[in-house]
């Protein structure tokens, strides 16, 4: 399916309302981001948060956790890897560990599972995590203000973790970055054509985000109108770790 296509499929699907007010979403503060939990998809619909210069060098921890003080019926049943045959599907982050390094226990509560979903191996190794070193880089540039979510959407045949951990597959990811007057935004699939190559074909405006998951995003009319024509380049010497 042509990516046109899919987003036009996902405006036909979802309906152009904000869910971050509904009693069953609850907002989560850890040290260093929020998390907009739906306690219907027993995962987390929407994050945020402010990326500043790197000066943090605390160690990316292997082990996952659920946290302990959100109702466990809002979250995933088990903290353990999405085991499904064929296609490979990773504990993905929305926000990552490598950008919560400055201290234990923001880059710890970044793998609890609130900010974990199952992520197509080729998409979170590919294309997403190329959203994040773009802003690992310009971090050190300017602050930056990141604001993203999970589509579950309505397909049931990639649901392999149902059983094992209570939550659909999404079905795509949106972000934006936010730097001054300048934005960029993507709605990215979750799948194995989403590799780094391929980013640039995810590219959307602001407008388009609004208009599919119904939130308002910070900025100017006239930002929310562009869309840009490439992803922002990953500057020369940029240190990605």
């Not at 060098?57 to 903290?79: G, I, M, T, V």
């Not at 990773?90 to 900010?115: Q, W």
């Not at 070193?133 to 149902?162: A, H, M, P, S, W």
């Not at 388009?208 to 990953?234: C, F, H, N, R």
Request: positive net charge; aromatic residues 10%; contains cysteine.
């Amino acid at each position: 399916m042509r990516f046109s296509t899919f987003i036009a499929v996902m405006m036909t699907v979802f309906l152009p309302t904000s869910l971050m007010a509904a009693e069953h979403v609850i907002k989560l503060d850890y040290p260093g981001f929020t998390i907009w939990l739906d306690c219907h998809e027993r995962g987390p619909v929407k994050f945020q948060y402010n990326a500043q210069r790197d000066t943090g060098n605390e160690k990316r921890l292997s082990q996952f956790y659920l946290d302990p003080k959100a109702p466990l019926y809002c979250q995933q049943k088990s903290n353990k890897t999405y085991k499904q045959q064929g296609e490979r599907y990773d504990r993905g982050h929305l926000v990552p560990a490598n950008h919560m390094d400055f201290s234990k226990k923001s880059i710890k509560v970044s793998n609890y599972m609130t900010n974990i979903v199952p992520q197509q191996a080729n998409m979170n190794r590919g294309a997403w995590l190329l959203t994040e070193e773009i802003t690992e880089c310009y971090r050190d540039i300017d602050e930056l203000l990141i604001i993203g979510g999970v589509i579950y959407g309505n397909n049931t045949k990639d649901d392999f973790f149902i059983r094992s951990h209570g939550i659909k597959t999404p079905t795509a990811f949106w972000k934006v970055i936010i730097r001054n007057e300048r934005v960029i935004a993507w709605i990215i699939p979750n799948s194995k054509e989403a590799t780094r190559k391929n980013l640039d074909n995810y590219l959307v405006s602001v407008d388009d985000i609004e208009a599919l998951t119904g939130e308002q995003i910070p900025v100017e009319a006239y930002l929310k109108e562009m869309k840009a024509s490439s992803s922002w380049q990953i500057p020369k010497g940029c240190n990605k770790g």
